[in-house]
């Protein structure tokens, strides 16, 4: 099973999390690390652009890659909306590598638990590892299922473009050995079924991350749990911070 944000799913992304939206203080958090640096920086699975545009209206030297077209394309029009012209990639991570390219890596939003497998995964890290510069830093957001119960539906209507898009989304599947939930979404308008995914998220205990970024080679890491805001005490979010020293 390949996760792939389609036309629909792309389109709903964008119609509710608009560039600009900050997810649980992500935004700021971003920003907090980022700026003002001189580097450049790589933005993996760069979705609509919800940080890409306005980190590179704050004038961080960006690029943005991510494997769904339909995001790219979606994200090309949301910089021409702002007069701004970005520098995007269509490309899956298992494939792109720039040796020695970037000072910077960020993949916010859980786009690392959107990685099928674990042997992807560790492909993906390889070539963030290589894509950076000597004393480079990856930025990872990881996100841990709390909320997930099996079998619980959820439906939710949005009006888009003159259509109402109703998405019903089916928590299938968790399995607790191999650490992965599966969802099923589906699209319908007027009733019809339109565009139909499951969605895999893989998941990491943090001691078990930090372990695999150690033996890729990162070192002098940190974590933060929910971009530091201690008034959420359950822990939905672990952002790694880790260098290649
Ligand atoms: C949850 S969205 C996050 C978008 C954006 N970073 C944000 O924070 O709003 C995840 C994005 O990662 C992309 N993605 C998932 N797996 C990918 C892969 N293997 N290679 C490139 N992009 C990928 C998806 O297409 C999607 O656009």
Known sequence: MANHYKQISSLIYDFTKPPGTSIDGDLEFYKSQLLPIQGKVLEAGVGNG?????????????VGIDKSQEMINI??????????????????????REFEAYDYIIVPNATFNLLETRIKATKVLKN??????????????????????????????????????VVK????EINWIEQYSINQID????????????????????EEFCNILANIGFNDGVFIINYGNKRNLNVKTITFIFKKV
């Open 169 to 172: 989304n089916l928590s299938k």
């Open 187 to 206: 699209y319908y308008i007027n009733e019809q079924l339109q565009e139909s995914q499951e969605f895999k998220l893989s998941w990491y205990g943090c």
């Open 128 to 165: 963030f590892y290589d894509s950076l510069k000597p004393q480079g830093t990856i930025i990872i957001d990881l996100i841990l299922p709390i909320e997930f119960k099996a079998g619980s539906n959820h439906q939710y209507s949005h009006y888009i473009d003159d259509q109402t898009i």
């Open 75 to 96: 994200c090309q029009k949301n910089l021409e909306k702002e007069n701004l012209t970005g520098n995007l990639i269509c490309q899956d991570l298992e494939e792109y």
């Open 50 to 62: 919800r940080l890409f545009i306005p980190l590179l209206k704050y004038k961080v030297d960006i």
